[in-house]
Every structure is written in C-alpha cells, then in structure tokens.
Nanobody, 124 residues
Framework: QSQLVESGGGLVQPGGSLRLSCAVS????????IGWFRQAPGKEREGVSC????????YYADSVKGRFTISRDKAKNTVWLQLNSLKPEDTAVYYC?????????????????WGRGTQVTVSS
C-alpha cells in the first residue's frame, strides 16, 4: 500500500527553522519524484520544492529559493525539507506527494500520491 506520512511541523518564530520529514512506503524513490506543496487558508495550493528520482536534482519555487532545502535518503525511503529563515507568509499546511517520474520532478503538477500534511505556523 502506497503511503506518505509527513512530520516535523510546528510553531516557530519568524527567522526560525523547521525540518519536515516525508516517510514513503509502498514505492521506491528510484522511480518516483517527491514534491513538497503547501496550502495556506484561503489560498490555492502552491508547489514549493521537488527532488528528482534519477539523480536527486532539486527544484525550488522562487518564494522559497535560498531558504528551503530538499534532500532524501533512498535507503530510508525518506525525504526532508529544511525550512530556514521562516516568514509569517510561510504559514501553511505542508504536504509531500509522489509521482512516477523516472527523470525530472518538474512540473509541479500531476502528483498523484499525497500525505495528510503537517501544519507549519510562523508567528511571534
């Protein structure tokens, strides 16, 4: 059974950091790209970052470039998203998702396996 489970969210002050985890089961990171998405109240879901299955190439949305870092451990079937220099506008539910993409992880649509999300709140 394919499953993605996010963890690591929480409340953090502006400028702080969090590390989100996505534990993947039921399929291999050798052929599935993993993406991170977020959705704030009243806003559309936004693709934040993804990592390719082939060589681990990362992609970042402009809104998080230079502040967020995606990484993975194939042996552990886990993908992480390091969130640094957090801003109040980063507040959202963060989801990880998977798509069968043997090469690139972009575009950030068409991902068809989803976790339930983890809440990130940036506030003083």
């Amino acid at each position: 059974q394919s499953q993605l489970v996010e963890s690591g969210g929480g409340l953090v002050q502006p400028g702080g950091s969090l590390r989100l985890s996505c534990a993947v089961s039921g399929f291999t990171l050798d052929y599935y790209a993993i993406g991170w998405f977020r959705q704030a109240p009243g806003k559309e879901r936004e693709g934040v970052s993804c990592i390719s299955s082939a060589d681990g190439t990362a992609y970042y949305a402009d809104s998080v470039k230079g502040r967020f870092t995606i990484s993975r451990d194939k042996a552990k079937n886990t993908v992480w998203l390091q969130l640094n220099s957090l801003k109040p506008e980063d507040t959202a539910v963060y989801y990880c998702a998977a798509a069968w993409r043997p090469v690139d992880c972009v575009p950030l649509h068409g991902y068809n396996y989803w976790g339930r999300g983890t809440q990130v709140t940036v506030s003083s």
